[in-house]
């Protein structure tokens, strides 16, 4: 099987994302306002400030794969023992706040989505994933300039979280078109500026044939088309 390395090549950047980068070294007015949304996305969803241990920078801008579309992925840092007794039930509730916060908020730094994340402390992290204290100013990994393979850890882990996205709309019946049709868009935005920066091995259209493979696209489409239907039509 090939790999990621055959074709990112000559695709991956020789810097950091210079939007928010001095070498490897975060601008101060972007650290200073990735902290103010953090912090402002806990106090919002009750994340007791106690339970917040550190808040990282991951994902494409945290490393040598970002595009013109990479999101500031900011993952909290949080004793979820210190939230709640029923982990089960806090997990169910961060996905839906982190989901909320997209639907309700179109925040960016530069120019660029904010996505947020509730990690736990004690999750397991990609070894090769660039991570980014804001609390620190430091490096926690730096990003290495390896070319991911075709099964990494990462790009699993957002097949599995885009899927369970998915597959929460269509348990809940939400009726809300528009909603369907954001993320629907985000899926194929994943794929085509994934595929016009990297070609066909992307990070984001890996992604994005891993849910075409396990049918969660063509479950929201079938669920979106029923909604429409059902919006339309006369009772």
Same mark, same amino acid.
């Given at each position: 099987?090939?790999?990621?390395?055959?074709?990112?090549?000559?695709?991956?950047?020789?810097?950091?994302?210079?939007?928010?980068?001095?070498?490897?070294?975060?601008?101060?007015?972007?650290?200073?306002?990735?902290?103010?949304?953090?912090?402002?996305?806990?106090?919002?969803?009750?994340?007791?400030?106690?339970?917040?241990?550190?808040?990282?920078?991951?994902?494409?801008?945290?490393?040598?794969?970002?595009?013109?579309?990479?999101?500031?992925?900011?993952?909290?840092?949080?004793?979820?023992?210190? #939230?709640?007794?029923?982990?089960?039930?806090?997990?169910?509730? +961060? /996905?839906? &706040?982190?989901?909320?916060? $997209?639907? %309700?908020?179109?925040?960016?730094?530069?120019?660029?989505?904010?996505?947020?994340?509730?990690?736990?402390?004690?999750?397991?992290?990609?070894?090769?994933?660039?991570?980014?204290?804001?609390?620190?100013?430091?490096?926690?990994?730096?990003?290495?300039?390896?070319?991911?393979?075709?099964?990494?850890?990462?790009?699993?882990?957002?097949?599995?979280?885009?899927?369970?996205?998915?597959?929460?709309?269509?348990?809940?019946?939400?009726?809300?078109?528009? #909603?369907?049709?954001?993320?629907?868009?985000?899926?194929?935005? +994943? /794929?085509? &500026?994934?595929?016009?920066? $990297?070609? %066909?091995?992307?990070?984001?259209?890996?992604?994005?044939?891993?849910?075409?493979?396990?049918?969660?696209?063509?479950?929201?489409?079938?669920?979106?088309?029923?909604?429409?239907?059902?919006?339309?039509?006369?009772?």
């Amino acid at each position: 099987m090939k790999t990621l390395r055959t074709f990112f090549s000559e695709k991956k950047e020789r810097q950091l994302n210079p939007l928010f980068w001095d070498g490897k070294t975060l601008k101060p007015e972007v650290r200073k306002g990735l902290l103010r949304i953090a912090d402002y996305w806990a106090t919002a969803i009750d994340i007791p400030k106690e339970a917040v241990s550190d808040v990282h920078l991951v994902g494409g801008n945290a490393s040598y794969l970002y595009n013109d579309q990479s999101d500031l992925d900011l993952h909290l840092i949080v004793d979820k023992s210190k #939230i709640s007794e029923c982990p089960e039930l806090l997990d169910e509730y +961060l /996905r839906a &706040q982190k989901k909320l916060w $997209g639907y %309700e908020h179109d925040v960016t730094v530069k120019g660029v989505d904010v996505e947020l994340y509730a990690e736990d402390v004690d999750d397991p992290r990609p070894a090769r994933q660039g991570r980014y204290s804001l609390t620190k100013g430091k490096w926690i990994t730096e990003p290495s300039a390896e070319i991911p393979k075709s099964d990494d850890v990462v790009i699993q882990s957002r097949i599995k979280d885009i899927e369970a996205e998915i597959d929460d709309i269509i348990e809940s019946r939400v009726a809300n078109a528009d #909603i369907l049709k954001h993320i629907k868009e985000r899926v194929f935005k +994943l /794929r085509r &500026q994934s595929i016009q920066k $990297g070609g %066909e091995f992307a990070q984001g259209n890996l992604v994005f044939k891993g849910l075409r493979n396990t049918g969660a696209i063509q479950r929201l489409n079938d669920y979106l088309k029923d909604v429409t239907d059902k919006n339309l039509s006369v009772y």
